[in-house]
């Protein structure tokens, strides 16, 4: 795991990759707990027997369910120090360029691609992409922003 303590040793870091996480494996159960979740129940997602007639032939999962690992995965492979708090800012940019189905491993890569002054802080972008084991496209990209505040 990287430990970032302190701005200046953050904006050391801008261009870098922070990281990659370990592989995580997506299931029906966890597909089907975050349907629940978000009461988004497409069938694409939840119905084992109809989505083996698509393309895919089997359930995918949503892409906000990928999306929602970025936290899990961002704990796992950095940590901030130094700072008063750290807080989530939004998304820039979010694509599902392939489908991630059930059954498949996930990971995310993590880099710092830039740190701008905000008040009190700065402004921290992170392109995240998510790759599925054994696949060249990514299932997910996006571009996180955070904000770093001193004390």
Known sequence: MLTLTGIDEVRGHVGEELGVSDWHEVTQEKINDFADATGDHQWIHVDVERAKD??????????????????????????????????????????????????????????????????????LTTELTFEREGEDKPVCVAESLMRVFSG
Do not use: C
Request: positive net charge; aromatic residues 16%; glycine residues 12%.
């Open 54 to 123: 698509t393309p895919f032939g089997g359930t995918i999962a949503h892409g906000y369910y990928t999306l929602s690992l970025a936290p899990a995965f961002s704990y796992a492979l950095f940590t901030f120090e130094g700072f008063a708090f750290v807080m989530n800012y939004g998304l820039n940019k979010v694509r599902f360029p392939a489908p991630l189905p059930v059954g498949s491993k996930v990971r995310m890569r993590a880099k710092l691609t830039s740190v701008d002054d905000v008040s009190g802080g700065a402004q």
